[in-house]
């Protein structure tokens, strides 16, 4: 199995053979061909896995044939638990689309908003965030979630673990229709398996 038999475009085939990766890992070899096929993705992946390449690179790719993003708008999120794992998740994102017209950006909590503010004026196709944050963004109007199809639920038991649940089915609630959802979490405690009953479509589950 290779990384072009998975039907990814030549500027992201380049940039995973820029990054040294000879071959898909197991969960990649599952999640980036369902992705790409539209549906929806329960994944139990620990990190070290590769799990961040399973979604980015198949959301990329469906991005590069869309329609450019707006000002304030987003055309895929990833929500991230923690402020560190956003800013590495951002730049997996910024390697993995080097050689792509897409954009994108990264806000979490704990650092002055109005830069965030500033940088949502051009819209940012893949924005990395931290679900208080992202809220805020979006009550004071900066970010619309009008134009997102994709949506990525990043290490969803820590989100748990961290009470960022509701805050979490708050943005989940607010995403336009049709749009594809990934889960990936290490466990799948009851209140994971419930978030992904409610939220997910018939989602194809991966376990590596
Ligand atoms: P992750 O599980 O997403 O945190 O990724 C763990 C590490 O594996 C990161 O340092 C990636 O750069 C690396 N990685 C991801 N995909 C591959 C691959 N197909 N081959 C080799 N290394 C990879």
Do not use: W
């Amino acid at each position: 199995m290779s990384f072009a038999s998975l039907g990814l475009c030549t500027p992201i085939l380049e940039a995973v053979a820029n990054q040294g990766y000879e071959k898909p890992s197991p969960i990649q070899a599952q999640a980036i061909p369902a992705v790409l096929e539209g549906k929806d993705v329960m994944a139990a992946a620990q990190t070290g896995t590769g799990k961040t390449a399973g979604f980015t690179l198949p959301i990329l790719e469906r991005l590069s044939k869309g329609p450019k993003v707006r000002s304030n708008q987003v055309r895929a999120l990833v929500l991230t638990p923690t402020r560190e794992l956003a800013a590495q998740v951002g730049e997996n994102v910024a390697t993995y689309s080097k050689r792509l017209p897409l954009s994108s950006a990264v806000v979490f909590g704990g650092v002055k908003i109005n830069p965030q503010m500033m940088r949502m004026r051009q819209g940012a196709d893949v924005l990395v965030a931290t679900p208080g944050r992202l809220q805020d963004l979006i009550d004071q109007r900066a970010i619309s979630l009008k134009h997102c199809r994709f949506a990525v639920l990043d290490e969803a038991d820590q989100m748990l673990d961290l009470g960022f649940l509701p805050a979490v089915r708050k943005l989940m609630r607010q995403l336009p229709d049709p749009h594809q959802t990934i889960l990936m979490s290490a466990t799948m405690p009851d209140a994971i398996q419930k978030l992904a009953s409610d939220f997910l479509k018939d989602p194809q589950e991966i376990s590596v």
